[in-house]
């Protein structure tokens, strides 16, 4: 069963990102939205953990943008109907809240 996981927290405060990415499997995804599109920024702790997997990544454009973030080759940037078509496309969506 594959999972869209969705992150929106900063990943320096706290362990979920990491926990997130634990905890994904194959097929599963991360979409990375709101302070959470920090783990973008180069040389970073959260940025090489992102990057030493293997991982369907994706970032809400809108958000990265307003944080002045580059979206690396790694990841693929959506908008919010991408959003809504990629929570219908995984069997299941889990918000790490």
């Keep these: 069963m594959s999972t869209l996981h969705v992150l929106s927290h900063s990943p320096f ?26 783990a973008l920024q180069p040389g970073t702790a959260p940025f090489n953990a992102l990057n030493a997997r293997n991982l369907k990544l994706f970032v809400l454009a809108e958000d990265a943008q307003a944080r002045a973030l580059e979206i ?19 069997d299941k969506v889990n918000s790490w809240l």
Aim: charged content about 25%; some cysteine.
């Design 72 to 90: 690396p080759d790694t990841a693929k940037a959506i908008d919010y109907p991408a959003f809504v078509e990629l929570s219908i496309h995984y």
């Design 13 to 38: 405060g706290d362990d979920r990102l990491i926990s997130c990415l634990r905890l994904m499997g194959a097929d599963d995804a991360l979409l990375l939205c709101g302070d959470a599109t920090y």
